[in-house]
């Protein structure tokens, strides 16, 4: 009993959501763009097995990107803004919820018909999702990386939400530092008492 869990859909939707807000250069492992070309987006979205129509042309990238701006302020905000946005799309009445089964995953919840455009589905199913994060009264658990550099999202599913950082590669980065730090403070003590 490690971790707190939602319905495997819902956090597969969230995961899709850090992963994609992570390519922002702000948060990405090269400091590039990293949603920048159309093979970037199609890299993006066969990890993750969407189904239903994808296009792969400009357009489709562009929202993306559009979405991808729109994830990062959601997710940062707090319950009851949340909800107004929420509510904002849940209202706009192009939600039409379906169970699908593809690609090898079991029964789960699309929020749209396959025929709808990549980013409107998408857009949708992370409202689906942030309705279960709501209502269990955990959004605490969307965050921001604490790295001062870094403007990673994270999703912390974590028992005791311990997890501060969005990678491996900040928490070592911020550790590097603390530990710098602790030994120069060591030697100007170290250079007192000997005075
Ligand atoms: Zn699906
Ligand atoms: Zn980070």
């Known amino acids: 009993m490690g971790q707190v869990h939602f319905a495997y ?10 992963a994609l807000a992570n390519t ?5 492992t090269s400091g590039d763009d990293e949603l920048a070309t159309k093979e970037h987006l199609g ?14 042309d400009d357009q489709e990238l562009a929202d993306m990107v559009g979405l991808r701006r729109d ?9 009851d803004a949340m909800v107004k946005e929420v509510n904002a799309i ?5 939600v039409l919820p379906r169970l699908a089964r593809h690609d090898g995953l079991d029964w789960h919840l699309h929020a749209a018909s396959p025929d709808a455009p990549l980013a409107t589905r998408i857009r949708l199913e992370l409202a689906l999702a942030l309705v279960d ?5 955990e959004t605490e658990r ?6 001062d550099d870094c403007a990673g999202l994270l999703l912390d ?39």
Do not use: P
């Open 9 to 18: 859909d819902t956090e597969d939707v969230l995961e899709f959501s850090v």
């Open 90 to 94: 849940l209202e706009s009445g192009e």
């Open 43 to 56: 890299g993006l979205i066969a990890d993750h097995r969407f189904s239903g129509r994808i296009d792969g």
């Open 157 to 195: 599913l974590s028992r005791n939400r311990s997890k501060r950082f969005c990678s491996v590669r900040c928490a070592n980065r911020v550790n590097m530092v603390a530990y710098r730090k602790r030994q120069s403070t060591d030697a100007d003590t170290d250079a007192y008492t000997d005075a």
């Open 24 to 28: 922002d250069a702000a948060a990405s």
């Open 133 to 137: 994060v709501i209502r269990a009264a």
């Open 71 to 79: 994830f990062r302020r959601i997710w940062a905000l707090d319950r």
């Open 142 to 147: 969307l965050r921001v990386c604490e790295a």
